[in-house]
């Protein structure tokens, strides 16, 4: 078993990893930035260490200081958490080059994934069906324009190296496709460093679905189950839950079944998460694969009570999986919110600041993931998610009382925060009855 794990992270990710690892007793290591001093994960972690400036580039992103810091308190292996160095190849490669093992799967594996292009080429060759697009990049605006009217319109365009909903806009008509296609083309440029591009069909009111799988390093693949994360604003998600409402059991496996072979087929190990959207007629598509832990993993652990981060540290000390397919049975409903300091009258603006009172839910069937406490200063240097409200019911019904009621009773004085715009959404008609897809916010005029 690994001994001694960094956490290559901040905020309740990180959080949340040394907690799995102090239950493993396994030794944890923080890396902090002079922004996160007093953060908790700096407090919570056995050892904790300075690596750079508040600025990501020169903290959490900066290889060669993270490197040194799993050198000099000889940690044996990284945690990545989500965002920040999680789906970057080459950080992957040099830890296996250095021989501290990466929780998660091989760098030429997530160099092949991070390139949304040539994934789905591959899930296609896997045999998994993936939204209709381009073969690959799109090298032209006269290519992209050609290939729309062939597909007929409406169309989308995607950076391949987009992420966090980022670089990615539909285009109804020629006209729109031609500013766009420059639009996107540069934002990739500036977000991602990488302007490649590829085209696919826009497809109209989808819900988006993905299939949780876990891998070992023996060969011994399961999934479970899905999660629904089809409330969403400008392609980001702000609501998940499982199961999802509009899967059949019939779906439902068929889903799984082509999750877990595509993921046997390119010999995919550690946790991940394929994506999929689901149009009217329960067809469904491949849209990405992510090849870390996912925000919303905590309501997959909710209803079948594994542990994933506990499960990705065991795989990457090469253990077997200490479940079967048979073995994971799921148990009524869970759903989560993520709070965000942030103020939705004004344009969902992020709002960092001090913390001058705070209370959190709790009670049964709630779980709070956070690292947020009373006097904290959100620094307004990274992401604005605070804390995810996470709760666990008999069915979808008792899920949303629950996270309501929840919701209802954080307080988080000092700085604003989403929690009413989460109450709208909990309190909305069409999305207590179903009738709802990945435009829900904006078809509801919830936001812009
Ligand atoms: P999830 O499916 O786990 O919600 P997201 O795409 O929302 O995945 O991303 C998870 C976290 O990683 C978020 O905090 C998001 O801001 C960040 N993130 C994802 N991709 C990128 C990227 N390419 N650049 C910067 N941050 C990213
Ligand atoms: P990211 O890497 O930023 O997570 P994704 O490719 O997963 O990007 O897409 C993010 C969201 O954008 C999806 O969850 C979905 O709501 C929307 N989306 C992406 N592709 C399509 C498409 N072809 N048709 C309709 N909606 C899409
Ligand atoms: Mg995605």
Redesign the pocket.
């Known amino acids: 078993m690994l001994k001694k794990v960094l956490i290559a992270n901040r905020g309740e990710i990180a959080v949340r990893i040394i907690r799995a690892c102090r239950e493993m007793g396994i030794r944890t290591v923080a890396i902090y930035s002079e922004a996160d001093k007093d953060a908790l994960h700096t407090k919570l972690a056995d050892e904790s260490i300075c690596i750079g400036p508040a600025p990501s580039s020169k903290s959490y992103l900066n290889v060669k200081a993270i490197l040194e810091a799993a050198c000099l308190t000889g940690a044996d292996s990284i945690h990545p958490g989500f965002g920040f160095l999680s789906e970057n190849a080459n950080f992957a490669k040099i830890c296996e080059e250095m021989g501290i093992k990466f929780i998660g799967p091989n760098h030429k594996l997530i160099e092949l994934l991070g390139n949304?292009s040539k994934a789905k080429e591959t899930m296609k060759k896997a045999g998994v069906p993936v939204?209709p697009?381009s073969e690959g990049l799109l090298s032209s605006k006269k290519q992209a324009l050609e290939l729309a009217e062939e597909m007929k319109y409406?169309?989308?365009l995607?950076?391949s190296a987009?992420?966090?909903?980022?670089?990615?806009r539909?285009a109804y008509t020629p006209e729109e496709l031609e500013k766009e296609y420059d639009l996107v083309r540069q934002e990739a440029k500036i977000s991602f460093n990488d302007d490649s591009i590829y085209l696919?069909?826009?497809?109209?009111n989808?819900r988006?679905v993905e299939i949780q799988i876990l891998a070992d390093e023996k060969g011994n693949c399961i999934h479970l189950g899905e999660r629904d994360?089809?409330i969403?604003r400008r392609?980001?998600?702000v609501l998940e839950e499982t199961p999802s409402s509009i899967l059949d059991d019939k779906t439902r496996t068929k889903m799984g079944e082509v999750a877990v072979k595509a993921v046997k087929q390119i010999g995919y190990t550690n946790a991940g998460t394929i994506?999929f959207?689901v149009d009217k007629n329960k067809d469904f598509?491949f849209?990405?694969m992510?090849t870390r832990v996912q925000v919303e993993h905590p309501v997959t652990e909710m209803v079948t009570g594994v542990d994933i981060i506990k499960e990705q540290i065991k795989i990457a000390s090469g253990e077997k999986l200490s479940y079967t397919q048979k073995d994971i049975k799921i148990k009524g409903h869970s759903m989560e919110a993520r709070i965000n300091a942030e103020n939705p009258e004004m344009n969902f603006m992020p709002c960092p600041g001090t913390i001058t009172g705070l209370h959190l839910p709790g009670g049964n069937g709630v779980r709070v993931d956070t690292a947020i406490y009373s006097g904290y200063t959100v620094p307004p240097t990274y992401d604005s998610m605070l804390a995810k409200i996470i709760v666990h019911g008999k069915d979808r019904n008792e899920s949303i009382a629950k996270l309501k009621s929840a919701v209802a009773e954080l307080v988080v004085d000092g700085i604003q925060t989403n929690a009413d715009f989460i109450l709208k959404i909990l309190s909305n008609e069409k999305f207590i009855s179903n009738d709802y897809d990945?435009?829900f916010i904006q078809k509801e005029k919830l936001a812009k």
């Open positions: 949304k939204v697009g409406p169309v989308m995607k950076a987009g992420g966090g909903g980022r670089g990615i539909v696919e069909k826009f497809i109209e989808p988006h994360c089809s969403q392609n980001q998600k994506e959207l598509y849209m990405e992510n990945t435009s």
